[in-house]
């Protein structure tokens, strides 16, 4: 029996290479503000595609390590601290060393911490801090500090970009100031700070009460261009070997609701292409003789 096609259209997730749609000048241009090592910051509406956007960007730049950290979810500065750290030490430190040498870097590097790793099951290390609370400013700037150390110790470039960041006023507003201190000393590191609350990104980046005021690039993410859209919709089609007219392209994104949000126009395709293949099995099934 022949495979089924997957559905090229995604939604509702980080969109991977086969399914990404565009975006050549943003990406070129993220690139290059890597490379250069300049910081970037950005606002869209939430289901732009922001995260899958800067997660193809990390998929393609080379000779940087690229970290990635989602503030969404991030309740308070403790908590902060601890998911920022684990993601610095697991994307950072070599976890094929042996215990004794990676427990001595992890000891060294988070001075006062009480770093400790830890194995499941499966013999997998886990890294985490074993005090009770962290909140004071010479803790929480060890942690900030730890991968401008790696960066110059390796002399290698690194990328953070900082999703939803407006959410740090939620977390705690001061972290900002302590943030703005310790990255201004890191040469060899670029930041990204995404957001989807216009007037918080631009009241951080934009406004001389912020500790943030012009620390980072801003970048316009606009929709997707429609004749960009309509080659992806052509092609997707084609592949799946499916006729569309042209007139039905023009159709789905002259729709306003459709047209300025990424999400809607790839939810829209999936249904559309999902209907397709299923009466297009129904019709094979019915006609004698035919093959599946």
Known sequence: MKQQQENPFQFGVVIDDSAFCNRKEEISYLKSQINNGYSTWLFSPRRFGKTSLIEKVFREVRNTK???????????????CRN???????????????IKKITKKLADSFTNLS??????????????????????????????EIPN?????VNKRICIAFDEFQEINRIDPFLLNWMRSSFQRHKHISYIF??????????IFAS????FYEFAV????????HDELFSFIKEKFTLHRLPIQHHTIH???ENQIVSRITHNSLLLLYSILSSADMIRKLLILRIPGSTK
Not at 118 to 144: R, Y
Not at 194 to 203: F, P, R, T
Not at 218 to 225: A, D, Q
């Open 66 to 80: 690229c970290i990635y950290v989602d503030l969404y979810n991030i309740r308070s500065k403790d908590d902060f």
């Open 84 to 98: 920022y750290a684990k993601i610095v030490a697991d994307e950072l430190f070599n976890w094929k060393d042996d």
């Open 115 to 144: 770093p400790a790793v830890s194995f499941n099951e499966f013999g997998n290390p886990s890294f985490s801090m074993n005090v009770n609370k962290i909140d004071q400013q010479a803790d929480v700037e060890t942690i900030l």
């Open 149 to 153: 150390k790696i960066s110059q110790k």
């Open 194 to 203: 995404l957001g989807s609350k216009q007037s918080m990104m631009e009241d």
């Open 208 to 211: 001389t009460r912020y500790p």
């Open 218 to 225: 801003k970048m316009n993410l606009s929709v997707i261009g």
């Open 251 to 253: 159709t789905i994104l």
